[in-house]
T-cell receptor
Framework: DSGVTQTPKHLITATGQRVTLRCSPRSGDLSVYWYQQSLDQGLQFLIQYYNGEERAKGNILERFSAQQFPDLHSELNLSSLELGDSALYFC??????????????FGEGSWLTVV | AQTVTQSQPEMSVQEAETVTLSCTYDTSESDYYLFWYKQPPSRQMILVIRQEAYKQQNATENRFSVNFQKAAKSFSLKISDSQLGDAAMYFCAYRSATGYGGSQGNLIFGKGTKLSVKP
């Protein structure tokens, strides 16, 4: 158990809909990352937050948005869903200073199926 | 921009034997971290081993060890005494050390190597 909690684990929704994926980082971790893993695209970095502020953006679509709240949990919002958005969405977190802060730990992922 | 290349899409090893997975990377940075993650059929991403670029000594975790060649930008994973539970997709990943605390960059992944273990 990595200590990173993601909900829901599985989600099936229709095209055009909007969903929210939730992530609670490991206790004490300040950074949260979102990754998308689809069959043909591998692991794609979407966005990173550090202590509530956006730190880096990757290949995140404009239909997607995220935020990190004061309690450090994060949400990834996916809207106007398309079939191609079906994927496994990972949340990951890392801690602050110190050697252990160099490692990023992953949650179990949220499986999104768009039908 | 940094890139990570895993040139072996699939590998196979006999149970109890040793296998080496290859990874090369490209970066202009001198300070960074390298990782191997394992993704079994459950799709969970599990950290296998970590290497700090400033350390010359190769990291070891039980049956897993790396051969880190900084000048050659090579970071291979050796799995000794392979077990059936080692069957998984293995991802090599790079992380910049620029920044402080947890604000360092995200992971850059290779495309993965699918390892099968034959009984």
């Amino acid at each position: 158990d990595s200590g990173v909690t993601q909900t829901p684990k599985h989600l099936i929704t229709a095209t055009g809909q909007r969903v929210t994926l939730r992530c609670s980082p490991r206790s004490g971790d300040l950074s949260v990352y979102w990754y998308q893993q689809s069959l043909d695209q591998g692991l794609q970095f979407l966005i990173q937050y550090y202590n509530g502020e956006e730190r880096a953006k990757g290949n995140i679509l404009e239909r997607f948005s995220a935020q990190q709240f004061p309690d450090l949990h994060s949400e990834l919002n996916l809207s106007s869903l398309e079939l191609g958005d079906s994927a496994l969405y990972f949340c990951a977190s890392s801690v602050g200073p110190g050697q252990s802060g160099n490692t990023i730990y992953f949650g179990e992922g949220s499986w999104l199926t768009v039908v | 921009a940094q890139t990570v290349t895993q040139s072996q899409p699939e590998m196979s090893v006999q149970e109890a034997e040793t296998v080496t997975l290859s990874c090369t990377y490209d970066t202009s940075e001198s300070d960074y971290y390298l990782f191997w993650y394992k993704q079994p059929p459950s799709r969970q991403m599990i950290l296998v081993i970590r290497q700090e670029a400033y350390k010359q000594q190769n990291a070891t975790e039980n049956r897993f060890s790396v051969n880190f060649q900084k000048a050659a930008k090579s970071f291979s994973l050796k799995i000794s005494d392979s077990q059936l539970g080692d069957a998984a997709m293995y991802f090599c990943a790079y992380r910049s050390a620029t920044g402080y605390g947890g604000s360092q960059g995200n992971l850059i992944f290779g495309k993965g190597t699918k390892l099968s273990v034959k009984p």
